[in-house]
């Protein structure tokens, strides 16, 4: 009929990664919910485009209808996304999950960041998970304490959040294609990243030497999911209301996915001789203690990087609050 | 047909001048490019504190050398092309042959003119992740270098293309009246061969 | 309807429209009758995308760095080194014609500028001593597509960036097939120097000669364990080798005085104008490659291509075939970024190794660069030598024969590719 809606959604990943779980759990339920009056059609990989910087910009000109990115791929239109990058801000994925949710300060906070700063061309839909959180691997030592980074270098996207992270742990920050990681692990151009296991087996690191992780969990991976504004607002009412549930459908398949997976990454992971290592509370503490310059850096340089950063802190004391009170009450 | 010579004489000299200062310019841009990525390798490998700007500054460098000097490599012939057919049919049909290939060619050109200027458009809204201009150095706040500034570069070489490919029709046309002596020979400096 | 592209493309390749304006017309005219208007906007966007990235510089750089080999005095110098060598065999300047090649690349990524630098100097001088001018271009053009075979390769630098595969790995797995090319093209060459009555070059080299030779030629020579031993070595990345190639090849020519500063901006403008049309076509590639994907050719492909046969011996035969036509008819590079992410995955879930498969791709391809109609190489031959293409086509059918062997060689014994390679820890 005349009411037919293609959405075209694209993943710069693979068929393995939680970005193609929730995919298809969005396809699956705005498809049935919407009775068929809108068909989801799934690119997954880079046939329509390569990196965060150009879908973004399909995303604006509505040549792609929706796209997922982590905070460092459109880290060049969306600079303040990176408070996602801040590291040790959020504990556990309990507190994560409520924390982004949609309708938390925060979230609500980035959306409106989002729209305004694409002029109205881009809505942000939800913010999900891509293997789970970030953690410090290299292939020379354990790390236990931030004075075990000295002078490694460690692989990060170009980007200045990222960097400038590394640099606080005094260590050094190198930009290094992703299809060219696994080399430079091998031939020690890089000796380290800061990535989720399930990327770090995926790519089959440790056999390129990638063998020490330590669990420091600083950040947790948020999959921004971005819609073409005028697309989302030409569908009537009824049809919003489905996409909207989709994409909560689809946040939950995210959040639920990298638990599953890593479960088995991990093990490979350690099988494979690779040594993991959990920071106790006060090597965690010692590593937040260095990394405190980047939060002052991160507000005196990110526009609206304060806003954001104070609105990510307000959700995070909201959603221990909502949690704490939660569990006291199913304790008894 | 003077006046369609003489306006093809006039194209063909903005062409050869504007072209000239293409090639003037990609001899720097290539000459840099090599430069930066030297100095890259000096900083990560030797000093041990990798540059940030040094890849998306080359590759500025690389797409801006690419749109001003292929417009070049188009007018003297280094377009990778199957020309047997062409060539094997007498002058008259080879050279209609020719106006039809460049038409259609003029007609991709002319529609990637329009997607250009859109694209270099929404370039404006992007800041690129890493090239700023050092404005701190003068006490003022440091300046991101703006997308558009790369999409320009493929957005003027479809410019510079397209006025090329319409001196050659013009050139072609020139043909069908056997006047294509009159005008100036393409005089390439080097042959150019792709792969 | 959409897959219309197809037909059209081919169309207008054969009747004459360059590669470039084919890549987007095709696509684009289907798209805007399809009132696909919004997808326009997706190909020119992609065009520049293509175009955009780091891994790709490593194409002007390696050109750049052959350009500044490429001046006669580094040339003349490996000339010489293959004539103190072979230069005494039975067709001796034909098999020197052939070693050069497979010397000059390990300094130029590209087929071309091999035939244009070798063939100035050797199709001549090999007329001189007697043979003939289609047999000196032949073996010109068929030995010169050793030249991206051998490390550095543009066409794997291509290859590595639309597949993901590791420019490295391709590298080291190219060495062998590459000699293998080579040796091929050196037997056939003795057998037809037999029934020919070839002439030798020269007399046997004496050990001094050999020396002095090898002596002249050692810092060109020395350029591919430069760069693969500087990413092996981990001090640079595979595009930051190939600006220390650059450098390198700098120094050399300025130190042998092969080249002065003042030939500098020439050599610049070479490198830029023979790259600017490479990457066009990559960027035109990359936004033909995105329209194949939304008309679902692909999915479809893959699944005919399985219901032919499950088994990878079979299907690697087919798939050499089908390699052979496209690369009749397509350069090289354009060829793999289309069909490299279509074809790619079917042989790797069929557990051929992705490196090996990558290699199979890239020399069938690369073969193709000296079949007509669209073979470059061959068209630098005849505008080198003045011999007629279709000429050179014909003289050059024993050799294209060997090389047939030789991928059919590759395609079935992985290990060619996979040795060295695995040697370095980059294939399990
Ligand atoms: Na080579
Ligand atoms: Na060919």
């Known amino acids: 009929d005349g009411h037919a809606i293609t959405i075209r959604a694209t993943a710069n990943s693979n068929e393995n990664d939680e970005d193609y779980d929730g995919l298809v759990v969005f396809k699956n339920y705005v498809e049935q919910a919407s009775n068929g009056a809108i068909t989801v059609e799934m690119f997954i990989g880079t046939q329509l485009c390569s990196n965060g910087t150009e879908c973004l910009q399909g995303i604006a000109d509505g040549t792609i209808d929706v796209f997922v990115s982590t905070s460092g791929g459109v880290s060049g239109a969306f600079p303040f996304v990176q408070v996602l990058d801040l590291p040790y801000l959020m504990s556990d994925d309990r507190v994560a999950e409520t924390a982004l949710a949609n309708g938390s300060t925060f979230t609500t906070k980035m959306q409106d960041m989002v729209e305004e700063t694409s002029g109205g061309a881009i809505r942000l839909m939800t913010i999900g998970n891509t293997g789970g959180w970030r953690n410090f691997a290299n292939t020379q030592r354990r790390v236990q304490t931030p004075a075990d980074m000295e002078g490694l270098k460690i692989r990060t996207v170009v980007a200045d959040l990222p960097q400038e992270l590394v640099k606080a742990l005094g260590a050094s920050p190198t930009p290094i294609p992703w299809p060219e990681l696994f080399t430079s692990f091998q031939t020690g151009v890089v000796e380290g990243s800061k990535n989720g296991i399930t990327d770090i087996m995926n790519m089959k690191f440790p056999d390129a030497g990638l063998n020490y992780v330590t669990l420091d969990g600083h950040a947790y991976m948020g999959a921004l999911w971005f819609m073409n504004n005028d697309k989302f607002m030409s569908m009537d009412e009824d049809m919003r209301r489905v996409i909207v549930d989709g994409f909560y459908q689809l946040q939950q398949a995210t959040f639920a996915s990298p638990k599953r997976k890593s479960i088995q990454a991990y093990e490979d992971f350690q099988a494979a001789g690779g040594d993991l290592y959990v920071p106790t509370p006060d090597e965690k503490a010692a590593f937040k203690e260095a990394a405190a310059p980047v939060y002052d850096w991160f507000k005196a340089n990110i526009d609206g990087g304060e806003d954001i950063f104070n609105a990510l802190n307000e959700a995070v004391a909201d959603a221990e609050e909502t949690i704490n009170a939660a569990r006291e009450a199913d304790l008894n | 047909m003077p006046i369609m010579l003489a306006v093809t004489r006039a194209l063909a000299a903005v062409n050869a001048l504007v072209l000239a200062i293409g090639r003037f310019i990609s001899i720097g841009l290539m000459g840099f490019m090599v430069l930066v990525i030297l100095l890259q390798v000096f900083f990560r490998y030797i000093l041990n504190d990798a540059l940030p700007w040094s890849e998306e500054a080359a590759r500025f460098m690389m797409l801006w050398m690419t749109g001003l000097v292929a417009p070049s490599a188009y007018r003297w012939g280094g377009f990778v092309a199957i020309e047997m057919v062409p060539q094997m049919l007498p002058k008259r049909i080879g050279a209609l042959l020719m106006l039809f290939l460049l038409v259609v060619a003029g007609l991709v050109l002319v529609v990637a003119v329009q997607l250009g200027w859109k694209h ?36 003027v070489g479809v410019i510079l293309l397209l006025s090329v490919n319409v001196e050659l029709i013009l050139r072609t046309l020139a043909k069908f009246a056997d006047r294509e002596d009159e005008l100036p020979e393409i005089k390439p400096l080097m042959a150019v061969e792709a792969e | 309807m959409l897959v219309w592209f197809l037909p059209i493309f081919l169309l207008f390749l054969m009747i004459g429209l360059p590669v470039f304006f084919a ?406």
């Open chain 2, 120 to 155: 270099v458009n929404s370039g404006w809204l992007f800041n690129s992740s890493s090239l700023k201009i050092p404005m701190d150095l003068f006490g003022m706040k440091v300046v991101r270098v703006k997308l558009a500034w790369m999409y320009m570069s493929l957005f």
């Open chain 3, 23 to 428: 890549l987007l017309a095709a696509p684009g005219i289907m798209l805007w009758l399809n009132g696909q208007e919004r997808d326009l906007a997706l190909l020119y966007r992609n065009v520049y995308n293509g175009m955009d990235s780091f891994p790709l510089m490593a194409i002007p750089f390696f050109m750049l760095a052959g350009e500044m080999m490429n001046r006669g005095g580094i040339t003349m110098r490996l000339v010489e080194f293959s004539q103190a060598m072979v230069g005494h065999f039975k067709g001796g300047l034909a098999q020197v014609n052939i070693l050069s090649s497979m010397l000059f690349a390990g300094l130029s990524g590209s087929a071309v500028a091999d035939t244009s630098a070798l063939g100035s100097m050797l199709i001549p001088a090999m007329e001189k001593e007697g043979y003939t001018r289609r047999f000196a271009a032949a073996v010109t053009a068929a030995s010169s597509v050793i030249g991206p075979i051998i490390p550095p390769s543009g066409i794997m630098i291509i290859y590595s960036y639309v597949m993901g595969e590791s420019v490295a790995a391709l590298f080291l797995a190219g060495i062998v097939p590459g000699v293998l090319v080579g040796l091929g093209l050196m037997i056939v060459t003795r057998i037809m120097a037999n029934s020919n009555d070839f002439p030798a070059s020269r007399a046997r080299a004496t050990w001094p000669e050999k020396g002095q030779a090898s002596l002249k030629a050692f810092f060109p020579l020395l350029t591919p364990v430069i760069i693969l031993g500087g990413i092996l070595g981990g001090a640079f990345t595979p595009t930051e080798a190939s600006a220390v190639a650059v450098a390198y090849a700098f120094i050399v020519a300025i130190f042998m005085r092969t080249m002065t500063v003042g030939d500098l901006p020439q050599v610049l403008l070479k490198a830029a104008l023979t790259s600017s049309v490479v990457l066009l076509l990559v960027g035109a590639a990359m936004a033909f490659k995105t329209v194949v994907s939304l008309s679902h050719a692909p999915e479809a492909l893959a699944a005919f291509i399985l219901t032919l046969s499950e088994n990878p011996l079979i299907l690697l035969f087919l798939i050499n075939l089908l390699l052979f036509i496209v690369g009749m008819f397509l350069d090289a590079g354009p060829a793999i970024i289309i069909l490299g992410p279509i074809l790619g995955p079917i042989f790797t879930n069929l557990g051929i190794d992705p490196v090996h498969f990558a290699i199979i791709m890239s020399v069938n391809l690369t073969v193709g660069l000296a079949t007509p109609p669209m073979g470059l190489v061959l068209f630098v031959a005849s505008s080198v030598s003045g011999e007629r293409v279709e000429s050179i086509a014909k003289a050059i059918l024993p050799f294209l024969a060997i090389e047939i062997a030789v991928i059919f060689l590759i395609t079935y014994v992985p290990n060619i590719s996979l040795f060295v390679p695995r040697f370095f820890g980059f294939v399990t």
